[in-house]
């Protein structure tokens, strides 16, 4: 059997030749990073779940008209994209004073912000992926204005989507991260949602305990990594109890003497 041909291998996903052109594989790691790199670690089973959130998300996003690269899910870590070109900039969105915005602005984590704030990141690990504006982004020719329009709408959308949907199982959609990509019809070039939408880009905590059950577990070195996100995926109803064994985070918490 010939050895698959790998493209790309990022601190979570790696991504394979597909078997038909304009496809690849994505495949979902469990290895863990935080602050650009420097903590480095596992969460075991994480690529599992990771794969069964985003594919439902994706799914769900795509039956009410937002465009994705996603296909279909192959097994328990990989499932087929579109290829595309990825666009050099992250995409954050934000409901609640959390991580970053918290620490530059001096605002408290958890206040409930005004109005959702959507921030632009350029993709450069050398650079610990600086924050920039619209006009940087014009300015280099990172994206066209259209394409810009295109990539704040979708957020936007994708943002209220998702904070009814976590809403409904008892979750605080506090912010996300977003990728967006390029597919090439004839002459024209369309954005697309591209990577994944997962508890390691995303902050979610619960709405009643505030725990959070997301990667800032690994961030800060609170434990109970897998257990957070199997709890994730057990909400939104897609896994059984007897796929894995879902532990109560009090529980963690006891046995650590926490």
């Given at each position: ?7 790309y ?38 690529g ?47 409901n609640v ?52 329009n ?109």
């Amino acid at each position: 059997m010939a050895r698959r041909r790998q493209i790309y291998e990022g601190k979570a996903k790696i991504l394979y030749e597909g078997p038909e052109p304009g496809t690849l594989i994505q495949y979902f790691k469990d290895d863990a990073t935080a602050f650009n790199a420097q903590k480095r670690g596992t969460i075991s089973g994480k690529g599992v779940i990771n794969n069964r959130i985003s594919e439902h998300i994706f799914t769900c996003l795509a039956n009410i008209g937002v465009p994705t690269h996603f296909i279909r899910r192959l097994n328990m870590r990989e499932q087929l994209i579109r290829q595309c070109e990825i666009v050099p900039i992250e995409v954050v969105v934000r409901n609640v004073a959390a991580g970053s915005l918290s620490k530059r602005l001096g605002i408290e984590e958890g206040t409930q912000l005004p109005r959702t704030i959507i921030e632009y990141y350029l993709k450069d690990d050398a650079l610990g992926d600086p924050m920039i504006a619209d006009e940087h982004i014009a300015c280099f020719g990172w994206a066209s204005q259209e394409e810009m329009n295109d990539i704040a709408d979708m957020a936007i959308r994708v943002n209220d989507f998702m904070a009814g949907l976590f809403s409904a199982i008892g979750i605080r959609l506090v912010d996300f991260k977003l990728e967006f990509g390029r597919v090439y019809e004839n002459d024209f070039a369309r954005i697309i949602l591209a990577d994944e939408i997962s508890p390691d880009g995303c902050r979610l905590w619960d709405m009643k305990s505030g725990e959070k059950l997301d990667k800032d577990r690994f961030r800060q070195s609170l434990g109970g990594e897998a257990e957070a996100y199997q709890e994730v995926a057990r909400r939104l109803g897609l896994l059984r109890d007897e796929e894995f064994a879902v532990l109560d985070l009090d529980s963690h918490r006891k046995k650590k003497g926490l």
